[in-house]
């Protein structure tokens, strides 16, 4: 029996253009995000999954538990002047007057 050693080396790689979760939040959302971005909203993901696997009582997947993290607690981006979405509807005056508008009549229709 030959008992030789294995001798290797570790030669240092450059670094590569996209991280390892910006690759997956790419193939899994369809989205591109910075190295530190897609870091962090990474990290929020795997405790959300542990958080979906302990209430369902079973393992639920890495896909899964992104897609649910991203529709429904992923907090919208500033578009490029800045100002989020909702930011921007709310000095919408024309478009609050509106829906307010509609609302009062609703609940006027069903005080009636």
Sequence with gaps: MNTSTL????VE???TKFSDEQ????????KQFSRNEAEILFGKIMNHKW?????LNRD???RVATIDFMENFYQLRENAEGKS?????????TLRNFIRFY?????KAILA
């Design 7 to 10: 001798k290797f080396f570790i």
């Design 13 to 15: 790689s450059p670094k």
């Design 23 to 30: 690759v997956l939040l790419s193939q899994f959302t369809g």
């Design 51 to 55: 958080n979906m696997s302990e209430k």
């Design 60 to 62: 639920v997947g890495i």
């Design 85 to 93: 979405i909702i930011k921007k509807f709310l000095e919408n005056k």
């Design 103 to 107: 609302f009062e009549s609703k609940s």
